[in-house]
């Protein structure tokens, strides 16, 4: 999608909510409003949304902080004036537009989700349903092709149309039996301070999102909280960094850990890697290199890896590495020809694809060609009959969804039932990419 078509972002900002989920709330008593990022709504909202995620009261300090590095977010409540603390929302929702990496190193124009809760004095009435259908037409109107989001259960957003496109892996390292046979970069790996962290992960990030479907464009409150630079962030001072400069001195990855002492047995502390940057292959292989050798560790943890990870294969023993997998980034297709265009594909071939979309906003019949170079040109799929040397496929917009970003195969949708393919080999080698997807945050 070039510049002339690209959503306005100020403008989904500050676009009202859809007035026809505004009246579906009003019919139970329910306002459904934006909220202020000045004033005391804004401060309630927040407050809100902590104690839906089980979190601490946040102090004033906090809320500040929040405040003044949210300003790209579009912030929702819904309100009832019959509670007690009516300035308070009994259900919120946050999102933005921001960019989704996808097969072929480009970016698309996403609608990111989050901050979704309903108070428990208001669940099971349809108010999530309704945020949720509110924010995804809200985006549709904006012109956004995607949404895209995190989860706390796996059971909630299918209805939406949304499926996980990318999977992620936790791994717990036994460190003694891993043994490092990856490569020994010339490189330097250097302590730096979490203010140096702050400055040097964003770009690093910027210049490297782009390399593996999945990944997003990240906002400061991410940096922040990443670096332990949030003012008053708990726990700040249990991170340690390190950068990795190539030989000619460029930084080229950051590693952000903390150490847990065994109080019993100093030899067999525990390290958490919060985040794991790497530009180059060096970077990546020095930076876990260091985190696999570190003294007086027993075991490292880190999680928001990708299935495909090479650090599997820089280790002597694979059994030293328990690895499990997780759903994890969401996404959903608005628009069908926006979306298959903008990636690229594994082969050369025609689909016809007979989409469905129970909230109308994706659905339809669609001729898919994807010439020698991977680049695909949708058009309407008339007349009844498939064109000529197309296969066909029929499916669910969160499974076309799943399949977008390369992390399942059309035949393994077809072998669950989730999708029918005239052709699925074919279809297959088609949708394939070459990498997995991944995604190294929550937002
Ligand atoms: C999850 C949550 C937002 C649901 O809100 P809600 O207003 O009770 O949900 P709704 O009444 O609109 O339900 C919408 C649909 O989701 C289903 N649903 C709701 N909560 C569910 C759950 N925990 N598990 C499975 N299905 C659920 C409902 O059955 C309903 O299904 P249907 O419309 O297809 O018949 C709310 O319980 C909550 O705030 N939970 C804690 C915070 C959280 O986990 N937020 C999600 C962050 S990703």
């Known amino acids: 999608m070039d510049e002339h078509t690209a959503p306005d972002r100020d403008a989904y900002r500050a676009a009202p909510v859809d007035p026809t989920i505004a009246a579906r709330l009003a019919d139970q008593g329910l306002g459904y409003r934006l909220v202020s990022h000045d004033g005391d709504e804004y401060a309630a909202w927040v407050q809100v949304i902590a104690r839906g995620f089980q979190d601490a009261e946040r102090t004033a300090d906090q809320i500040e902080a929040n405040r003044e590095r949210s300003g790209y977010r579009r912030a929702t409540g819904v309100y009832d004036a019959a509670a007690p603390m009516a300035e308070s ?20 124009p996403s609608c990111a989700i989050s901050a979704v809760t309903v108070s ?22 904006a012109g956004v092709p995607m949404a895209m989001l995190t989860v706390s259960e796996s059971t909630l957003y299918g209805r939406y149309g949304f499926a996980p496109a990318a999977f992620s892996t936790s791994w717990r390292i036994e460190t003694r039996r891993a043994t490092w046979i990856g490569p020994r970069p010339g490189g330097r790996v250097d302590f730096i301070p979490r203010t140096r962290v702050r400055e040097i992960v964003e770009p690093l990030h910027v210049r490297s999102r782009l390399r593996f479907a999945g990944e997003i464009e990240m906002n400061p409150p991410a940096w922040d909280a990443i670096a332990g630079t949030w003012p008053h962030a708990e726990h700040a001072g249990a991170k340690r960094a390190v950068q990795y400069a190539d030989a000619a001195g460029e930084v080229r990855g950051v590693a952000i850990y903390a150490v847990r002492e065994n109080d019993d047995d100093f030899t067999k502390a525990t390290v958490t890697v919060s985040y794991l940057l790497a530009e180059t292959d060096d970077a990546y292989a020095a930076l876990w290199r260091f985190l696999l050798e570190l003294d007086l560790v027993a075991e490292v943890r880190a999680s928001e ?6 650090l599997r294969w820089m280790i002597a023993d694979h059994r030293a590495a328990t690895v499990t997998v997780r759903d994890h980034q969401y996404v959903r297709i608005l628009d069908v ?38 680049v695909g040109a949708v058009a309407a799929w008339e007349g009844a009959d498939e064109p000529a040397d197309a296969v066909t496929l029929s499916i669910g917009i969160a499974e076309l969804s799943a399949l977008y970003l390369g992390g399942v195969s059309a035949a393994t949708l077809v072998s669950a039932g989730r999708a029918r393919s005239s052709d699925a080999a074919a279809t297959t080698r088609i949708f394939s990419w070459h990498t997995v997807p991944r995604l190294s945050f929550w937002y």
Do not use: C, K
């Open 89 to 108: 929302p009994v259900a919120t929702i946050a999102s933005w537009i921001g960019e989704l990496a996808v097969p072929g190193g480009r970016g698309i």
């Open 120 to 141: 428990p004095t208001h669940r099971r009435r349809g108010i999530a349903r309704a945020m949720l259908e509110g924010e995804l037409r809200s985006a549709v109107a």
């Open 305 to 310: 890896l990708s299935l495909d990870e090479p």
């Open 337 to 374: 020809p926006s979306a298959l265009e903008a990636r690229r594909f594994g082969a050369a071939g025609v689909v016809a694809l007979e989409v469905d979309d129970p909230l109308g906003h994706a659905g339809g019949r669609f001729v898919l060609d994807v010439d020698a170079n991977g």
